[in-house]
């Protein structure tokens, strides 16, 4: 990264972009392994920080709001990135799955569990089924789950 004068090195939205950029660019952070090396990447025009930082406050930036890219096998271009809430980021995982709920979808497990007033291993137990004490109780009909990004799709490219 080149280092250009600025002047917006304590905007918060410089230490979103110095993550992002880290966490694709250099092998030495914790979190490569999870983007840099699956094949994440940073466009072009967001090499720079002042690019980045224009698309932002244009698309929605505010204090609080999280960084997250709409496809997770995709890169970190202006088309695939938003700014949502903690939770929904957490929604959007290259764990996450949908959960399919007499006939109804819902984003997490969480979001049903709400829906329906149970705790969310209630609704775990719906889907995946339980043993208890010995005994295997069956998931339930009309109930499951689906992961949201396939693994073998996990190439950065959002792309079989």
């Known amino acids: ?81 938003r700014f949502v809430t903690r939770k929904k980021n957490l929604q959007n995982t290259k764990t996450s799955k949908w959960w399919f709920i007499n006939g109804l979808k819902f984003e997490s497990a969480r979001d049903a569990s709400e829906h329906f007033n149970v705790s969310q291993p209630t609704i775990l137990a719906w889907c995946n089924g339980k043993n208890s004490r010995g005994y295997y109780y069956p998931p339930k009909k009309n109930c499951y789950s689906e992961r949201k990004y396939q693994p073998h799709l996990l190439n950065g490219t959002g792309e079989k």
Request: aromatic fraction near 14%; include cysteine; proline fraction near 5%.
């Open 1 to 81: 990264m080149r280092h250009t004068r600025h002047g917006k090195c304590k905007h918060p939205l410089y230490d979103v972009w110095l993550a992002m950029s880290n966490r694709c660019r250099n092998p030495s952070n914790k979190c490569y392994k999870d983007y840099g090396e699956r094949g994440i990447t940073v466009c072009d025009e967001w090499f720079e920080f002042m690019p980045f930082y224009d698309w932002g406050v244009n698309n929605g930036w505010e204090t609080g709001l999280e960084l997250d890219r709409i496809n997770n096998n995709g890169n970190y271009t202006p088309s695939n990135c």
